[in-house]
């Protein structure tokens, strides 16, 4: 019989805390309490316990959290930032739109940024590397770290999509100058539209990223630079924390299901798995997407689809550097051939074990007979 498992169960956000969203709602809209009041406060301080950062900051967006790093970390115009190429377009458009140029280079085998290729990539322009820290797991921070104080470089994160990930025990996000948070509703931790945040330890940008996100205002209400509305508004935050109280329960939930699709499908020749959970007592992953390589990979999206199991590719299936009308010339061969094999199978909070098993079956059924 065919199983419906979804790539993602949107109503499920919704659903799983109905009752508390109906009651935080009420709460917030009783007090009239919509831009900048306490709940906002309450979260950020969370955040920032959380993940071990001096500051956290509510905005609109990721993208957004992002770009105000750049732009509150001083980058100057023109500077070249290495990044992957195995990344959402909104990295490099926060770079673009900071001043910056985007320097993508190539995916390394965990599935973030290669660190061998970024040197490679330095030039007298070079002033920053910000790696993504992909799918909830931290790339390895010490290389990087290394590399970048060997050139004078600074460290920015987009770590959109690892709220909790870890490396040698410390949080992303908290590494560079500044990192950034998705709450967007698919993340681990989602909220009903666009959110974001912003982390730092460093008291000047994180007074330079409360001005930002609210018109360049002051405390006294004096404008003191160009700016823009980028707010997380309060209700969000009150849905995001009451929501946050299971995180790590959430977490560790993740990481059963990934251990799962390690069990079941690690001995497959014909794909290529993620680090396993137990894999490197260095990296904590958080398992934001469980992404594989797979022989026939589009075959295989289709006879999935066909059986009721959704899957995505990342990006639409194009790296950054493909984006030739943005004036990327790169030549990155293992991105290209990564992206002809590259595809997420499910793993979010709706998903059962059986429902774990009917995927891993429908994935084994298919190389039995190609």
């Not at 943005?326 to 290209?336: A, I, R, S, V, W």
Request: charged residues 25%.
């Amino acid at each position: 019989m065919i199983r419906n498992v979804p790539f993602f169960n949107y109503p499920s956000v919704y659903s799983a805390y109905r009752q508390e969203f109906i009651a935080a709602l009420d709460n917030v809209g009783t007090r009239g309490a919509f831009i900048l009041q306490k709940d906002l406060v309450e979260f950020e301080q969370a955040l920032a316990s959380y993940t071990g950062a001096k500051y956290a900051i509510g905005v609109a967006n990721a993208t957004d959290a992002l770009e105000m790093g750049f732009v509150a970390g001083g980058l100057q115009p023109g500077a070249e930032v290495i990044i992957s190429s195995h990344t959402m377009m909104a990295t490099a458009s926060a770079v673009h739109v900071a001043g910056g140029v985007p320097v993508p280079v190539e995916v390394g085998s965990d599935r973030c940024i290669d660190l061998e290729s970024i040197e490679a990539a330095i030039t007298p322009r070079t002033r920053a590397i910000c790696p993504t820290q992909l799918n909830g797991r931290t790339c390895d921070m010490d290389r990087l770290t290394k590399i970048a104080q060997a050139h004078h470089l600074d460290i920015y994160e987009d770590s959109a999509q690892a709220l909790g990930s870890k490396f040698n025990g410390r949080s992303a996000g908290t590494f560079g100058k500044t990192g950034c948070l998705s709450f967007y509703p698919a993340k681990v931790l989602g909220c009903f539209g666009d959110g974001g945040a912003v982390l730092t330890n460093d008291d000047e940008i994180y007074r330079k990223i409360l001005l930002l996100r609210d018109h360049g205002r002051n405390a006294e209400g004096e404008v003191e630079f160009w700016a823009r509305n980028s707010r997380l508004d309060n209700l969000q935050a009150a849905f995001l924390n009451l929501q946050f109280k299971d995180y790590p329960k959430v977490v560790t939930r993740r990481r059963v299901i990934a251990a799962l699709y390690q069990q079941r499908l690690g001995d497959c020749s014909r794909i290529q798995l993620p680090p396993h959970p137990d894999s490197n007592p260095k990296h904590f992953d958080i398992y934001q997407n469980y992404e594989i390589e797979a022989d026939k990979r589009d075959e295989l999206r289709v006879f999935l689809k066909e059986q009721g199991v959704g899957t995505l590719i990342q990006w639409g299936g194009r790296p950054v550097h493909q984006f030739s009308k943005l004036g990327f010339t790169q030549c990155l061969p293992k991105t290209d051939n990564f992206f002809k094999r590259c595809i997420m199978l499910p793993l979010n909070m709706s998903m059962t074990d059986d429902d774990l098993h009917y995927v891993c079956d429908r994935v084994l059924d298919f190389y039995r007979t190609r």
